[in-house]
């Protein structure tokens, strides 16, 4: 077994879709990156990339190459699948938190675990996604961004 944690962050902007876990929640504003800035998406994939001792997405899919540029993250998160694919791992479970005040994601989760557990050739129950609020503290509180944090167990596959 390996164990692999990763965060990301992005500020929230106005005229750009809001994008978590692959679904498009409805929100007055979005987030700000080079590609659809799933902030979501971006903690699951350098969690994958850690436990496989492979970088972080930024080594990957760098923010300087054009053929990322509003690229999807879930296309992405395929990309590291096919890494963990390679190394001959599987996903054992995932567990990752999004700390938001606004908007309410509960109605997206379900969702949003489908698309990670479809993209990473998984069951839906090694998919646990959960969203909180800071109680108005910190960036997240104030609105300017959002934030994740995600931790993998990936398993060797039998040989």
Not at 48 to 63: C, E, R, S
Not at 99 to 114: D, F, G, H, N, V
């Amino acid at each position: 077994m390996r164990i692999g944690f990763g965060y990301d962050v992005h500020k929230l902007v106005e005229n750009r879709k809001l994008i978590l876990g692959g679904v498009d929640v409805t929100f007055e504003k979005g987030l700000l990156g080079h590609s659809d800035a799933d902030v979501l998406v971006h903690a699951v994939m350098d969690s994958i990339l850690g436990a496989l001792a492979l970088g972080d997405i930024g080594k990957h899919f760098p923010d300087t190459d054009n053929k990322y540029k509003d690229i999807s993250s879930i296309y992405l998160l395929s990309q590291v699948y096919e890494l963990m694919e390679e190394a001959g791992y599987t996903i054992g479970n995932i567990d990752v938190t999004v700390a938001a005040q606004r908007p309410k994601l509960a109605p997206y989760i379900e969702e949003m675990r489908k698309n990670i557990a479809n993209t990473l050739h998984t069951s839906i129950d090694n998919i646990n996604v959960k969203a909180t609020t800071t109680e108005w503290l910190g960036f997240e509180g104030r609105e300017e961004g959002i934030s994740s944090y995600s931790v993998c167990m990936l398993k060797k596959e039998n040989n």
